[in-house]
Every structure is written in structure tokens, then in C-alpha cells.
């Protein structure tokens, strides 16, 4: 199964609509055939699905902010879905 991500939702449906589809809550699902022989899904990213988890979950004394906490670099960045991104994003 393939995953395509277009900018917007209306340059996928343009893009999907060449195939047998079944559209859902913030995807598109391409139906098996020659092309995309197992199907594919069709996402778009309406700007970051993706964003950076808040400091206070890598360090709860980053949740207030001070002088002395800064700067805040955690030892690996970590990221979350966005929570109004949820339907565009599948695991």
C-alpha cells in the first residue's frame, strides 16, 4: 500500500478521481489496480500533520519558562500529530 500526500484536499480529489475510490474523513482510499496494484491512500497536509511536542513533556520544569531554563534543546526532538491533523494522518 502507498501513501501520496498532496497540498490540498481539492488537488486530491482531482488526482484521485482517475480511480475507483472510496473517500473518508480526511483520506482518500485508491482501490487495487494496474497502477497502484495493492490500493493506495491519498492524504493532504492542509500545512504541518506533524508538529513538536510542547517542552514540558520532555522536562516538566520546561512548562514555566525562565531565564534559567533557557535554552530548552532536548537531547532528541519528538514529535506529535496535530490534534485538528488526526484524520489525515494514519499509523
Not at 3 to 23: C, G, H, M, W, Y
Not at 57 to 79: C, D, G, R, V
Request: net charge positive; glycine share 4%; with cysteine.
Amino acid at each position: 500500500m502507498q501513501l501520496i500526500i498532496t497540498e490540498k484536499p481539492d488537488q486530491a480529489r482531482a488526482l484521485a478521481s482517475v480511480f475507483k475510490n472510496k473517500k473518508a474523513q480526511g483520506y482518500i482510499e485508491i482501490l487495487p489496480n494496474e497502477i497502484f496494484p495493492d490500493g493506495a491512500f491519498m492524504t493532504w497536509a492542509i500545512g504541518h500533520l506533524c508538529e513538536l511536542i510542547p517542552p514540558e513533556k520532555y522536562n516538566p520544569a520546561w512548562k514555566k519558562w525562565s531565564l534559567s531554563t533557557l535554552p530548552m534543546i532536548p537531547i532528541q526532538f519528538q514529535y506529535q500529530v496535530s490534534k485538528v491533523k488526526q484524520n489525515n494522518f494514519r499509523s
